[in-house]
């Protein structure tokens, strides 16, 4: 009898830590953030609100933004000047809406997340 009762107490032991670890670690999975990567976050973003001006090939005049190398060498002048407001002297996107605040974080998490290209 003291067998069965130290068993049964050493498996409902296990069995309330087993439960107690798994809910830790899938509250920490949920708190991760997706990793920002170039093409697949950030280029539709800067063909969508860069072009025609940043692209040499659409007839654009300014500094380019056209690729990967342009874009992560010029990102704290990007972050820069998007985060300014429609008005202020180089505000961008020229001649456009403000960014959406969820686009400007998603760019600065880019940089932050270490400039991934793919």
Not at 32 to 58: D, G, L, R, S, W
């Amino acid at each position: 009898m003291k067998k069965l009762s130290v068993g049964l107490l050493l498996l409902a032991a296990v069995t309330v830590f087993t439960y107690c670890g798994s809910s830790k670690q899938a509250s920490t999975s949920a708190k991760t953030k997706p990793v920002i990567h170039y093409q697949a976050n950030i280029m539709a973003i800067v063909q969508a609100n860069c072009t025609p001006c940043h692209f040499p090939e659409k007839g654009g005049r300014k500094k380019p933004l056209d690729t990967y190398a342009a874009v992560s060498s010029q990102i704290d002048e990007v972050i820069r000047r998007i985060q300014l407001m429609p008005g202020q002297k180089g505000f961008m996107p020229d001649r456009k809406p403000k960014l959406a605040d969820s686009t400007i974080l998603s760019i600065m998490q880019w940089k932050a997340d270490g400039l991934l290209e793919k």
